[in-house]
């Protein structure tokens, strides 16, 4: 079974807090594991155990060419014994990006479909073709979300954590915002950052709470004003925030969830979205291990470590 180390929790200092009679905490996941970083490992853990009850010896998931969840499966398939099979958006380029070189070297046998192929990935027949050319392997959906990966992201939080007013994390799936919903208590908010562009996710958060039958004991709050353009897309003054946050906090954070959940966070207590005494806790929910490729691929020099 994957153990985690213990998940630091670390208090920001600045101006900008104090004068608004804030406090503000990390919780570390990006520092939990060596290789299965962040809120990841919760979403794999029980995925894991499930696919050795049923006797499998391979998992199979899918991602796209920077994907943290597909450098995650590769780590935590390599260290539990599984042959992981990764399925890919996209063409095959002649050099792999860091991520999926790293996958590489954990064994992770890397399968290239081009974007329509990608879009089947859910259905029967396709996935029945998958299993005639890879054998019988137990399937992690695209990002990592279900039940599982719910009842994972659920132990986020523990007791020391019932003292905050407000828990905020980054939403992809959501499958992580689902988890925390679960969990938080009476008279805690969770706030959601989506990064995804649109208004859509309030209803798909709304339909995988009733599917997952969540009923939250708190407040929930889904922000979808800071996605910065969309999925994986950003602005210049996302990028400044980072390297900002960086320089004073030495925490460093990734362009595609958590650099612009934090930038959310600030923005809204300059807005005075806090009351006055809050004790705001942020996840970081680690995809450091993209930050490398982002600066390839872009040119900046965004810190990773
Ligand atoms: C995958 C990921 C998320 C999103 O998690 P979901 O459960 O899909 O919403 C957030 N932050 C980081 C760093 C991630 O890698």
Redesign the pocket.
């Known amino acids: 079974m994957l153990i985690h180390d213990q998940i630091p929790t670390q208090e920001i200092q600045a101006e900008q807090l104090s004068d608004k009679e804030v406090r503000l905490f990390i919780l570390r996941l990006d520092q939990i594991h060596p290789l299965v970083s962040?809120?990841?490992f919760f979403?794999l853990k029980y995925n894991l155990i499930q696919a050795k009850k049923e006797g499998k010896n391979t998992v199979l998931t899918f991602g796209g060419a920077f994907s943290?969840?597909i450098h995650a499966v590769a780590a935590a398939a390599r260290e539990e014994g599984f042959r992981a099979i990764g399925v890919i958006r996209g063409e095959e380029s002649s050099s792999l990006n860091p991520t999926l070189q790293f996958a590489k070297e954990k064994g992770m046998e890397l399968h290239f479909v081009d974007r329509s192929v990608y879009r089947k990935k859910e259905q029967e027949d396709f996935l029945n073709g998958l299993k005639a050319r890879f054998g019988d392997f137990y399937l992690i959906p695209e990002?990592?979300?279900n039940s599982l990966a719910i009842k994972g992201?659920a132990e986020i939080l523990d007791k020391n954590d019932t003292e905050y007013s407000h828990v905020t994390?980054?939403?992809?799936?959501?499958?992580?915002?689902i988890g925390l919903a679960s969990s938080i208590v009476s008279g805690q908010d969770l706030l959601g950052f989506s990064?995804l562009k649109g208004s859509f996710i309030h209803d798909e958060m709304r339909t995988k709470l009733s599917k997952e039958a969540v009923l939250p004991k708190g407040m929930l709050t889904i922000i979808d004003a800071y996605h910065f353009g969309g999925y994986g897309k950003f602005k210049p003054e996302l990028i400044h925030f980072m390297k900002s946050f960086y320089d004073k906090f030495q925490i460093p954070l990734?362009p595609?969830?958590?650099g612009k959940m934090m930038y959310g966070v600030f923005d809204l207590l300059q807005k005075d979205f806090f009351p006055k005494g809050s004790k705001v806790l942020c996840l970081h929910?680690?995809?450091l291990q993209g930050v490398k490729g982002f600066n390839q691929r872009f040119g900046e020099d965004l810190p990773s470590r």
């Open positions: 962040g809120n990841k979403k943290n969840h990002g990592g979300t992201t994390c980054s939403i992809g799936t959501g499958g992580t915002f990064s990734d595609v969830y958590t929910t680690g995809g």
